[in-house]
């Protein structure tokens, strides 16, 4: 079966940086959208980062835009999630997800069929 497996969590200072990574595996159709999404304890899940695979396009939640980067190796199966300046409000568990839905980047959640098993992202002094 389909498998998204994450690395790259940790703690870090506020104004360090990590980078997720989220390695896909099993699926035999083509992933037209891999997006990064962000739960933070008594809050909403948040759609931070999304990559449309056909043409590159990017698009970044307000709180994360200029600070966080989405790109995918040559391969199209590893997603990275770029995240510098972080701050404690970036702390939370993060998710990545794929979807076969095309034209671009699906708005809706249940689109993306297949999900990460979550990094937790910890960013305190």
């Known amino acids: 079966g389909v498998q998204l497996q994450e690395s790259g969590g940790g703690s870090v200072q506020p104004g360090g940086s990590l980078r997720l990574s989220c390695a896909g595996s099993?699926?035999?159709?083509?992933?037209?959208?891999t997006a990064w999404f962000r739960q933070v304890p008594g809050k909403e899940l948040e759609r931070i980062a999304d990559f449309y695979t056909v043409t590159g396009h990017t698009s970044y939640a307000d709180s994360v835009n200029g600070r966080f980067t989405i790109s995918q190796d040559n391969t199209k199966t590893t997603s990275y999630l770029q995240m510098n300046n972080l701050k404690p409000g970036d702390s939370g568990t993060y998710y990545c997800?794929?979807?076969?839905?095309?034209?671009?980047?699906?708005?809706?959640?249940?689109?993306?069929?297949?999900w990460g098993q979550g990094s937790q992202v910890t960013v305190s002094s």
């Open positions: 997800a794929y979807s076969y839905s095309d034209p671009g980047c699906p708005g809706s959640l249940g689109a993306f069929g297949h």
């Open positions: 099993g699926y035999t159709r083509m992933i037209y959208c």
